[in-house]
């Protein structure tokens, strides 16, 4: 974790950790792990959980998951497609 890291994080809405994954079940626990979340591919959340991220020390190394895929939830519309270039016919 660094100064600048912090800041961005902050200030620009960065989603890195487990709580704005796709693959991240709230609900579900991980085997062996107290506390409730759990990656439905079954890779272990504690490295990449928000408190963990939150409470790093300046200097401290971060763990990012290689398959983490934000969490679009079902209510943003065209989310996928950027929207039509002006003049274009596409509805």
Excluded: Y
């Amino acid at each position: 974790m660094s100064p600048a890291l912090r800041l961005d994080l902050s200030q620009h809405r960065l989603v890195c950790c487990c709580e704005d994954c796709d693959h991240f079940d709230a609900a579900a626990t991980e085997r062996g792990a107290t506390g409730s979340g759990a990656c439905d591919l079954l890779f272990p959340t504690a490295p990449h959980r928000r408190a963990t991220w939150e409470s790093a020390a300046d200097g401290d190394a971060l763990s990012f998951c290689k398959l983490f895929e934000p969490d679009r939830g079902d209510d943003v519309a065209g989310f996928d497609r950027p929207p039509p270039l002006a003049g274009s016919n596409e509805i």
